[in-house]
């Protein structure tokens, strides 16, 4: 009986979280420095307008500096360093370009201190990104900010080296 | 043994959990009331030994020593049978003794009766007539009798806590006595479960739930094994409380921004704002009264705790030692708050009286959180971290008597220590 519940439970959960995987990587991407994305200033032209999710399908968020989701932080701090301006401003203009596509800003912290402040922390951090990115003029509407405290590390160590990795926002679109 | 009590939809599993807690006391301090539980006639053979676990209960506590029973003979099962001089002889202050005898349809009556060796008087009798299941059970209702008799304050041995076990990436919110025992998972889920928080009735438990790829609130009805979303807005949705009276749960929300605090029915209804900041305002904690809710801000810059009236309002800051200060929760008598505070890198627990402003730090881990007060005041339960591992812990409220609730496998967090039972 036990089995069985368990069995269900996890399908039930595996059908939940089926395009969840590729966050833990973040890091995968091209090593070449100074990319300049594409950039499209005319518009939606580039993709088939009354599909934006095709866009999704293909490679254009997956290589090249929009590959890139990552923003990771400082201890106790929410404020984006300018390293990352640039990932930013690449998403940015994907989705000034791409009106109908809508991300999520996941913020995460380090395990240290209380879980719920946690919690709160790492959703400033989402929306610190998420400031820079309406000032870029990308639709209030087409971003929602969350967090997971640190509930969620990628890095399961209790050092500065794992703490590093876990102080981050993620950016995902939806569809992905 | 390993039933499922309920599977209705995504949330609702109730298996038989895999961990008992076992709980230690590794500090004891001041002096402890000397007193012999006696073995009781007939319970050897019941399923369950009713003195064990009284002189269990009282243990625990570390405001009673056991005196030793054996070499007394006969033993003391009626009050005619007792003999002060033995238990004098033995430094015993208090003397419980008491029989196990077959009643009708297969239950069993239980009679217990708790004498004051000095003054040689009899302080209690009581008699339960229980299913011999119920024998566990009934042992912790009679150490509530006799921890009241001899120190004046509730006992709490026949309440429940609840905590989040995670194993892996596996999550299950359980519910157990406040020994540990009989623990049963109540939710079981492969996202994150946070900040569950007991009813003042103790029927239902709020928690945060990450099964929809974020923090929604989420109300759980125990015996109906039935659950209700009551906050799934824009952003994130966490940090449930009730009011005492169980009308309202106060909750931060970040869907206007950062995350600040509001109300809603909790029987479903509009949502209002009680916090209006430029921060971070959470971790809202009704006072005793209903009038207050205390809570974190760092409006000020840094993170510390503050109270406003309970219907929103013009808010006070409470903490103003160090630069993180969080979590806090008030003592059943309103007189303190538990709270999370950092010095040096290390979380500890800390409390505070309010009339005064004096705070003391209750705890020497480095990363301890979400205390949660035992329903009489008397205990703080916590999450300690243990190389690593959370760990459930409690301490004295004066920070004297500590235990550590230890768990076979996996990560323990976010305890909630339930309230009285009503009968």
């Known amino acids: ?176 | 043994m390993k039933r499922v009590f309920a599977a209705l939809g995504l949330l609702l599993f109730a298996l038989a959990a895999h961990a008992q807690l076992t709980i230690d006391i590794t500090t004891s301090g001041g002096r402890q009331i000397p007193i012999a539980v006696v073995a009781m006639a007939g319970e050897a053979s019941q399923p369950q030994s009713v003195s064990d676990v009284v002189g269990a209960d009282l243990s625990r506590t570390g405001l009673f020593r056991l005196v030793n029973t054996s070499g007394v003979t006969p033993l003391p099962t009626e009050p005619s049978e007792v003999n002060f001089g033995d238990w004098t002889a033995r430094t015993a202050e208090a003397l419980v003794i008491g029989k196990i005898e077959p009643s009708a349809d297969g239950r069993v009556e239980v009679r217990f009766r708790l004498f004051d060796v000095v003054k040689q008087s009899q302080l209690a009798s009581f008699s339960y007539v229980v299913a011999p299941a119920q024998l566990r059970a009934t042992a912790h209702r009679i150490a509530d009798v006799i921890y009241e008799k001899l120190t004046g304050d509730k006992g709490v041995f026949s309440t429940k806590i609840t905590y989040v076990v995670k194993r892996g990436t596996r999550y299950e919110l359980q519910v157990a006595d406040a020994d540990g025992f009989n623990a049963q998972s109540v939710l079981a889920s492969n996202e994150p479960i946070m900040s569950p928080t007991w009813s003042p009735d103790g029927s239902r438990i709020a928690y945060v739930s990450f099964d929809q790829k974020k923090p929604i609130v989420v109300v759980q009805n125990l015996a109906q094994g039935t659950t209700r979303i009551v906050a799934q807005y824009r952003g994130n949705n966490s940090a449930p409380a009730w009011s005492p009276d169980g009308k309202w749960l106060a909750v931060a929300l970040s869907k206007d921004g950062l995350t600040q605090i509001y109300r809603i029915p909790a029987g479903g209804g509009q949502v209002e704002r009680l916090t209006d900041s430029s921060g971070i305002d959470t971790q809202p904690n009704y006072s005793p009264d209903g009038q207050t809710i205390a809570f974190t801000s760092d409006r000020g810059g840094s993170p510390q705790v503050y109270k406003m009236p309970a219907n929103g309002g013009a808010p006070q800051r409470l903490t103003f030692e160090g630069s993180y200060n969080v979590g806090p929760r008030y003592s059943p008598d309103g007189k303190y708050i538990a709270y999370v505070q950092r010095d040096a890198g290390r979380y500890r627990i800390a409390s505070m009286e309010l009339a005064t402003g004096q705070f003391q730090v209750l705890t020497d881990g480095t990363l301890d959180d979400s205390p949660t007060y035992a329903p009489n005041g008397k205990m703080v339960l916590y999450e300690a971290s243990v190389g690593g591992r959370g760990q459930l812990a409690a301490v004295s409220g004066d920070g004297r008597v500590r235990q550590r609730l230890t768990s076979a496998a996996g990560d323990v967090q976010d305890p909630s220590w339930g309230p009285l039972p009503t009968n």
């Open chain 1, 1 to 176: 009986m036990k089995k069985l519940a368990l069995y269900l439970m996890i399908a039930i959960a595996a059908a939940a979280c089926a395009s969840h995987e590729q966050r833990t990587e973040p890091q995968v991407t091209d090593k070449s420095t100074g990319v300049t994305p594409p950039r499209s200033t005319t518009g939606s032209n580039t993709v088939n307008p009354t599909n934006p999710n095709a866009a999704l399908t293909g490679n254009e968020l997956h290589s090249g500096v929009l590959a890139k989701r990552s923003v990771y932080f400082d201890f106790d701090s929410n404020s984006v360093k300018d390293e990352y301006r640039g990932l930013i401003q690449a998403h940015s203009r994907y989705l000034n370009d791409h009106r109908d596509s809508h991300i999520r800003i996941e913020g995460n912290c380090d395990e240290r201190g209380s879980r719920e402040y946690n919690l709160a922390l790492g959703q400033r951090r989402a929306e610190a990104v998420k400031k820079i990115m309406t000032v870029l003029g990308v639709n209030d509407g087409s971003i929602e900010t969350v967090s997971y405290g640190e509930e969620k590390p990628v890095a399961q160590g209790h050092d500065e080296n794992a703490w590093a990795q876990n102080r981050r926002a993620d950016i995902k679109y939806r569809g992905e």
